[in-house]
């Protein structure tokens, strides 16, 4: 039975419901919202698959796959080999793995600077002549020192045909400094590194 207002049980409920939306608020001055973050793309290049953009071709990116993990709207990072923690005033401000294949698209974009490249899944009439596939199996930092990208990868042709071998690339950047903020330009920092590994690739198969 649940005691008067004020009781400790009525207090850990609001609690419990404060967590679970996002925010506590336990009378003026004591409300705190969760700050909301966007993995960041390239803003401009100066190296650009120029084989590439010489060429009128359209470049798909996805299906990509991502580990469940993640799949939430706190910020999860490792803490150790084994174990995740949740950041509990940092939010992804939209599904990570839809930030992940917008940042992946824009980055690409400037990368071949070609403006025909798609997320998964595109109109029957945009089939790209080249598509990413991707498998992510991590992409989180450790607080203590770096921030990695596991995914297995490969790029196909307009039928759906390996054009290449499937790779496991595993790529670490460490964290840019301490908190949230470090983690997420950290993570970006990540999606460009692997940007420019895919364009390097795709460019040897255009040739």
Partial sequence: ????????????????????????????????????YLLAAMA????????????????????????EYLNRPLIVTRVGGRELQTAPFANWAEPLQQNVMRVLADNITVLTQTEAVYTYPWRAA???????????SRFDADRGGEAVLAVRWEWMDRGGKPLMGRKHSVLRVPLAGDGDDAVVASLSRLLLDYSRLTVAVLEDLTR
Wanted: net charge neutral; charged share 15%.
């Fill in 1 to 36: 039975m649940l005691g008067k207002n004020g009781s400790p049980i009525i207090v850990a409920l609001i609690l419990i419901a404060g967590a679970f939306y996002g925010c506590v608020n336990l009378g003026k001055g004591t409300e705190r919202l969760p700050r909301l």
């Fill in 126 to 136: 945009w089939a790209p002549a080249y598509q990413l596939q991707m498998d992510v």
């Fill in 44 to 67: 401009s290049a100066s190296e650009t698959a120029s084989g590439i953009a010489d060429r009128d071709i359209a470049i798909g990116i996805g299906p990509l796959a991502f580990p």
